[in-house]
C-alpha cells in the first residue's frame, strides 16, 4: 500500500482543515531572541507563560533539499517562488495520473503556506548542511535489515503495519514536536509544578513536571518517552528519556523521515522560549550516541493560532487496516494463481 493512503485510514471530526484555515493569519517572522524591551507575561506562580494555542505550520522541510545544498537562506524573490513550487507540488486537488485516487483532497490539509521566518531552507540548524547526521554502523545495519523485512513481510499481520496506520503513534505528534501535513496545532496549559501540552494530533497529552522529580527507572519505556521539565531564566527546557526503542518504526516509511533509526538511548532535549507576544521558539536536540553519529538540532517558531482544537479520532482496528491485510491476501492468491 502506498504511503499516500495513509491518511485515509484516520476519521477527522469534524472539518478540522476547512475551520482551522479560515482567518488564520500566515506565521509571522521567526526570531531567536526576545524582541528589545520586551519582557513575557507571566502565570500566577511567576513563571513565563507560554498558555495558548499555537501552530507551527511551514513549509520548510525538516532537512535542506539537496538541489539547496550550501544555501541556508534564500532571498525574498526565491522564498516566494519556492513557496509557489511547493503549493502546487503538495495540491492534492491536482491528479497525477488517472489512477491517481489520492486520499484526502486539499480541503483537509493544513501544512502552512510560508517557509519559517528567517527563510531558512531547513528546520535542522546543527549540523550547518541542515542534513540529519548519518546513523552509525550498528544503526545502519538494524535500518537494513528491518527495511528488506519490511519488503518480505510488508502485511503479514497488523504488526507488520506502521505505527501510525494503526493509530498507536504518529511521527507529528513528538516529542519532538515536528508540522506535518495538517494538526499542526498544540495547546500549552500550565499549573505549579506542571507543563501540560495537548497536542491535536491523534488528541495526545504530554503531561511534564517541573518540580525536579527525576526520572522514571530505565526499565519503565514509554511511547512519548518520560519528560522531565525545568525552566532556565525564560526558557523551559524539557529533557525526555525512556524512549521504547520502536518509535523509529523502522519498517515504516513515514516514521523514518522523523526519527530515522533513533534507538531506546535517545535523550531529547527541548526548549520553548516565548520571544514576543505572538511566537514562542521551539528548539529541540536529538542525542542519541548509538544511533546518529553526532547530535543535531532543529529550530521551528510555534505562533498564536486564532482558534481551537478538534480531536483527531484515529481507532486501531478500523476497517482500513482490515482492508489492507485482506489485500494483501488477495495478492497472494493471485501471484500463486500466476505462478501456476
Known sequence: ???????????????????HGAGQAPPSAAKTHPAANWTPPRTPDGKPDLQGIWTNATLTPLERPRDLAGKQVLTPAEAAAYETQLMQQSNRDVRKSP?????????????????V???????IVDPPDGRIPPLTPAAQKKLDAEVARSTLHAADGPEDRPL???????PTAGPPMLPGPYNNNYQIVQTPGYVVIQ?????????????????????IRQWMGDSRGHWEGNTLVVETTNFTGKTSDL???????????????????????RVDQETILYEFTVDDPTAFTKPWTA??????????????????????LTSILAGARSDEKKAE???K
Not at 483532497?105 to 501544512?111: G, T, V
Request: net charge neutral; proline share 6%.
Open 199 to 219: 497536542v491535536e494530533m491523534i488528541h495526545e497529552t504530554r503531561i511534564i513536571p517541573t518540580d525536579g522529580r527525576p526520572h522514571l527507572p530505565p526499565g
Open 299 to 320: 529550530q521551528i517558531p510555534m505562533t498564536k493560532f486564532q482558534g481551537r482544537l478538534f480531536e483527531y479520532a484515529c481507532h486501531e482496528g478500523n476497517y482500513a
Open 251 to 273: 519498517s515504516a516509511g513515514m516514521q523514518r523521515g522523523t526519527y530515522r533509526g533513533s534507538d531506546e538511548n535517545l535523550r531529547l532535549t527541548e526548549r520553548f522560549t
Open 99 to 115: 489512477d491517481d485516487v489520492g486520499a484526502y483532497n486539499e480541503l483537509w490539509f493544513d501544512r502552512g503556506t510560508k517557509v
Open 337 to 339: 494463481a500466476t505462478a
Open 164 to 170: 501510525a496506520e494503526r493509530c498507536i503513534l504518529w
Open 1 to 19: 500500500m502506498s504511503h499516500r493512503f495513509l491518511p485515509s485510514i484516520c476519521i477527522l471530526l469534524p472539518l478540522l482543515a476547512a475551520t
Open 117 to 123: 521566518g528567517g527563510r531558512r531552507t531547513s528546520l
